[in-house]
């Protein structure tokens, strides 16, 4: 799972053993996205969410963070957008049609 944080308008993070950063002014768009998984296991079952956040760069380029929990995706959300006020964030259509 994703260890991002975003300091002096960069978004940091670790992709394998490289030590990667991303402007926020480099951003085009950014969303969440939330995908439930159901587990079955000998003595029952549970549900639990995966929170990703998407962010397309202006050149086209896709970045990835994955989150155990939607609340930490929303955090990050939160501190891209505190970075940057006017990206746009949220997948609606005219952001979807924008920029796919």
Same mark, same amino acid.
Request: charged share 30%; aromatic share 8%.
């Given at each position: 799972?994703?260890? %991002?944080? +975003?300091?002096?308008?960069?978004?940091?993070?670790?992709? /394998?053993?490289?030590?990667?950063?991303?402007?926020?002014?480099?951003? !085009?768009?950014?969303?969440?996205?939330?995908?439930? +998984? $159901?587990?079955?296991?000998?003595? *029952? $079952?549970? =549900?639990?969410?995966?929170?990703? +956040? &998407? %962010?397309? @760069?202006? =050149? *086209?380029?896709?970045?990835? /963070?994955? /989150? @155990? $929990?939607?609340? @930490?995706?929303?955090?990050?959300?939160?501190? &891209?957008?505190? !970075? =940057?006020?006017?990206?746009? &964030? *949220?997948?609606?259509?005219? =952001?979807?049609?924008? /920029? @796919?």
């Amino acid at each position: 799972m994703a260890k %991002v944080t +975003v300091t002096d308008g960069k978004i940091q993070y670790r992709k /394998f053993l490289t030590a990667c950063e991303l402007p926020v002014t480099d951003l !085009a768009w950014a969303y969440l996205q939330q995908e439930d +998984v $159901s587990a079955k296991m000998c003595c *029952g $079952s549970f =549900n639990a969410e995966i929170g990703r +956040v &998407i %962010v397309l @760069e202006r =050149n *086209g380029k896709k970045e990835v /963070f994955q /989150f @155990e $929990s939607m609340q @930490e995706a929303r955090e990050l959300l939160a501190k &891209i957008q505190e !970075a =940057n006020p006017d990206l746009p &964030i *949220g997948y609606t259509d005219e =952001n979807r049609k924008r /920029f @796919e």
